[in-house]
């Protein structure tokens, strides 16, 4: 069975597009790709172009190939190549800025997003909603202030207890500043004993393995139950890269059993098993993708880490090492590398959790630089076997 990827670019026009080049590129568009069933969306802001494809793998490579050699437009920048669970777009699309509302309304593939920028909210929530609403605002053009998320996902659950002597699933929430709301709660392997996250000095590799395996599949029951509408973050510490390729298959296997296909679950993979088979690794990240499973690249800024593991695995999102959010506030060297992490990641569509925040000195730096996700005492801490209710939401 063929791939469902897209592939969002940007370009230049070599040339200035008038009306009729524009009315004759959408009839043409849409005829080729009604035929492919290729759907997306091209936007067109003085002289430059952000264009989402989507569709089966071989047809939307064979057409970005075209488009690449096409003549009218150069400075050719491929943003994101993945693959995708549902599509965004139900038809083909294109907006620019001198449309007039009567014109759009004789042209059906038109969309004037310019004038009405609420009409991406209506789009299903990802990678390509996110550098829409960028480039409006003249991301991949010139910098702009971030973008505001999602809105927040809520809930009112109680699930049931798991029973264990001396480990047990625990919850932490993650939460938005801008919707001053939990988006995600974090499934954290807990040591009822230590009363903290077992770790593999705790039980050795193999045995936290096993561990950690019953706490992920109890996690995703959980959050299969009805009315579980949050976000999961489950973990995944594999001890080598191919068990790294086996986990991930593993939890694929569960979302199936579990019809989790539409839930919000993000696996947390820290990015130093991304080396040693990397064909392997790299295809069972885009499995988890078609899925409907999300990425993030873990503890990062340590270790192994580098900006290359970004255009590897092309994450949803990265969550920042916590040495590098203590104490933000007061070093001017984490200053700089943050900020830098957040350009980046701005530009590539990425998400950033800043973990470990424990005081509001710290929290304002972060907020200021544009981060919107947070996870730390400073919000609340983790609860066994319940999705905590009582989170400290920050002040505005």
Not at 79 to 99: K, Y
Not at 310 to 319: G, K, V
């Amino acid at each position: 069975m063929s791939r469902l990827i897209h592939i969002i670019y940007s370009s230049a026009a070599k040339a200035p597009f008038s009306y009729e080049d524009h009315l004759t590129l959408l009839g043409t568009s849409r005829t080729k790709n009604s035929s492919l069933n290729i759907s997306g969306m091209l936007l067109h802001i003085e002289g430059s172009f952000l264009q989402v494809i989507e569709g089966r793998e071989e047809d939307i490579d064979e057409l970005f190939n075209k488009i690449a050699d096409d003549p009218r437009h150069g400075n050719i920048v491929t943003i994101v190549r993945e693959s995708i669970a549902q599509r965004a777009f139900s038809d083909w699309s294109m907006g620019f800025a001198d449309v007039k509302l009567d014109e759009l309304e004789q042209n059906t593939g038109w969309n004037d997003f310019l004038t009405n920028p609420d009409a991406l909210h209506t789009l299903v929530p990802g990678r390509a909603q996110k550098l829409l609403k960028a480039f409006i605002d003249g991301r991949w053009r010139s910098k702009t202030p971030r973008t505001k998320p999602a809105a927040p996902l809520t809930t009112d659950a109680h699930p049931a207890k798991i029973d264990t002597d001396d480990m047990a699933v625990a919850f932490q929430p993650i939460i938005s500043f801008a919707q001053n709301a939990v988006v995600s709660y974090e499934a954290l392997t807990w040591d009822n004993r230590m009363q903290r996250e077992m770790t593999v000095a705790d039980k050795g590799a193999e045995a936290l393995g096993q561990i950690e395996e019953v706490a992920r599949k109890h996690a995703m029951l959980m959050s299969a139950k009805p009315g579980m509408n949050f976000g999961i973050n489950i973990n995944v510490r594999p001890v080598s890269p191919e068990d790294a390729v086996s986990k991930m298959q593993s939890i694929i296997d569960e979302a199936k059993a579990q019809n989790l296909a539409n839930r919000s679950i993000t696996l947390e993979l820290n990015q130093d098993y991304l080396s040693g088979d990397l064909d392997s690794i790299i295809k069972i990240v885009q499995d988890c993708k078609e899925n409907g499973l999300k990425i993030c690249l873990d503890d990062f800024g340590a270790g192994r880490s580098d900006l290359n593991r970004l255009e590897m695995s092309q994450p949803n999102s990265i969550a920042l090492n916590p040495q590098l959010v203590r104490d933000v506030d007061t070093n001017g060297t984490k200053q700089a590398i943050i900020r830098g992490l957040v350009q980046t990641s701005d530009d590539l569509g990425i998400d950033i959790i800043a973990k470990h925040v424990e005081n509001e000195r710290e929290l304002d730096w972060l907020v200021a630089e544009g981060i919107d996700l947070f996870q730390g005492g400073l919000f609340g801490t983790p609860k066994i076997d319940e999705f905590p209710q009582d989170v400290r939401l920050p002040a505005k």
